[in-house]
């Protein structure tokens, strides 16, 4: 008995075809169109959610400069009686010696801070004026404010 050599079907050529490779980019394309437009939105979260945070943060030391002065830096004296000893009437005469910010935050449009006192908010009103530096923006640009994080302020 001899051997003979079986044949087997030759493999077939591994691979996708050109409508599997369609499918996969279809379905791609579509995760695209979901999740870039939530991934965006990302950034100008992130932007209110710092300007929200150095906005309590600075409210904290105004705080303070209350508690050590009987009322908050006038809206001339502004933020840098945080910073340095006002110059400009009310002179506080209980100012900490190393003040009560090392330095003043920007906002994270690298926008300055708007204060005023007393604020028609409230006692003061602080605001960061977000993306398109102006008061008053909508949607993405829209204004960081004191009242709107803390309505005891």
């Given amino acids: 008995m001899t051997m003979e050599a079986t044949q087997?079907?030759?493999?077939e050529a591994g691979g996708f075809t050109l409508i599997e490779i369609m499918v996969v980019?279809?379905?791609?394309?579509i995760l695209a169109t979901l999740i870039i437009p939530r991934v965006m939105d990302?950034?100008?979260e992130a932007r209110r959610t710092k300007a929200?945070?150095?906005?309590?943060a600075i409210g904290q030391a105004l705080d303070l400069y209350r508690?050590?002065?009987h009322r908050y830096p006038s809206t001339d004296q502004g933020l840098d009686a945080l910073?340095?000893?006002p110059t400009v009437e009310p002179i506080p005469k209980q100012w900490r010696q190393n003040g009560y910010l090392a330095k003043l935050p920007k906002d994270p449009w690298d926008g300055s801070y708007v204060y005023m006192s007393p604020g028609v908010?409230?006692?003061?009103?602080?605001?960061?004026?977000g993306a398109d530096a102006e008061l008053g923006g909508e949607g993405n640009a829209a204004d960081v404010e004191?009242?709107?994080l803390n309505p005891s302020k």
Avoid: C, T
């Fill in 8 to 11: 087997f079907p030759p493999k």
């Fill in 25 to 29: 980019i279809v379905i791609l394309g």
């Fill in 42 to 44: 990302r950034p100008d």
């Fill in 52 to 56: 929200a945070l150095d906005i309590q």
């Fill in 67 to 69: 508690l050590d002065n």
């Fill in 83 to 85: 910073v340095k000893k």
């Fill in 121 to 129: 908010h409230g006692e003061y009103d602080l605001v960061s004026m």
């Fill in 146 to 148: 004191s009242w709107n």
